[in-house]
Nanobody, 125 residues
Framework: QVQLVESGGGLVQAGGSLRLSCAAS????????MGWFRQAPGKEREFVAA????????YYVDSVKGRFTISRDNAKNTVYLQMNSLKPEDTAVYYC??????????????????WGQGTQVTVPS
């Protein structure tokens, strides 16, 4: 079993920055990858970024490339999402997710096994 605890959400003006954190506990040695997803009201959950635990390879949706950075601290079992140059379109509930196994990254929420509770990010227009 794996538990994910998120923090760092809040309200920030357009152009500002936030850093989200996701601390993993439990059987974390079995995890292959970590990802961030987001969901706005009335929309489906959307892939944002992913990182492989062992290699550190990262992947991003096109809309956040150059603005968001995903990273991890293996010793702390924590993954981060640094969000810069925030836009109103980034407003959503952000979820941390963990993938138990695999041989490559995935952008599909159905292929992740554990989820955090979600944290709200609001960027007013």
């Amino acid at each position: 079993q794996v538990q994910l605890v998120e923090s760092g959400g809040g309200l920030v003006q357009a152009g500002g920055s936030l850093r989200l954190s996701c601390a993993a506990s439990g059987r974390t040695f079995s995890l292959y990858a970590m990802g961030w997803f987001r969901q706005a009201p009335g929309k489906e959950r959307e892939f944002v970024a992913a990182i492989m635990w062992s290699s550190g390879n990262t992947y991003y949706v096109d809309s956040v490339k150059g603005r968001f950075t995903i990273s991890r601290d293996n010793a702390k079992n924590t993954v981060y999402l640094q969000m810069n140059s925030l836009k109103p379109e980034d407003t959503a509930v952000y979820y941390c997710a963990a993938r138990r196994g695999g041989s490559y990254y995935s952008t599909k929420s159905s292929e992740y096994d554990y989820w955090g509770q979600g944290t709200q990010v609001t960027v007013p227009s």
